[in-house]
């Protein structure tokens, strides 16, 4: 835990006039640790833009590359759009045990345990989503991981913000 309120203090902390790259890989640090602390085999930041879902930052235990980044789909297809609109619910145990779990968008691969926030930038405009999932139902989930993650969507956003005014 005190590893990834550090990073995050770190990636928080970095200046103004921080490299694309810089901020780029600051992102990526709070993915992986993200995906770590919860224990989940992936963790991505979507873009969501002309009714598309595209994947800018990917983080994934070894392993478990199903995602390619620069991938895109519809929108509409997406847990990412779901959850945003109210459809899914923001921390799922177990996806298979979702009452509407035959109405879900089909994957390439199974999805057991899923958590998803959106991204807001500082304009109030949602630029896309936060997420981390498991093949697998994970352990137990709790509130405080979906605020952990939401802190981590908080901090990306303002991330995103930067590079964009760079």
Excluded: N, W
């Excluded at 640790?33 to 595209?54: I, Q």
């Excluded at 895109?72 to 799922?92: H, K, M, N, T, Y």
């Excluded at 981390?132 to 137990?140: E, I």
């Amino acid at each position: 835990m005190e590893r990834l309120e550090e990073a995050l203090g770190r990636a928080a902390a970095l200046p103004a006039d921080a490299s694309v790259e810089r901020i780029d890989r600051a992102v990526h640090e709070v993915l992986r640790l993200m995906r770590e602390h919860l224990e989940m085999d992936v963790a991505f930041v979507s873009h969501l833009h002309g009714g598309r879902r595209y994947f800018v930052t990917v983080d994934t235990r070894a392993g478990a590359e199903v995602i390619v980044v620069g991938e895109s789909s519809p929108a509409e297809e997406s847990f990412c759009q779901r959850v945003i609109d109210g459809r899914l619910p923001a921390c799922v145990q177990d996806v298979r045990l979702l009452p509407d779990a035959a109405e879900l968008p089909p994957t390439a691969f199974d999805i057991g345990s899923h958590l998803s926030t959106p991204v807001v930038l500082s304009d109030g405009s949602i630029y896309g989503t936060m997420c981390c999932f498991s093949f697998q139902a994970a352990r137990p989930l709790v509130e405080r991981d979906l605020k952990r993650l939401r802190m981590a969507a908080d901090l990306a956003a303002r991330l995103i913000d930067q590079r964009q005014r760079g």
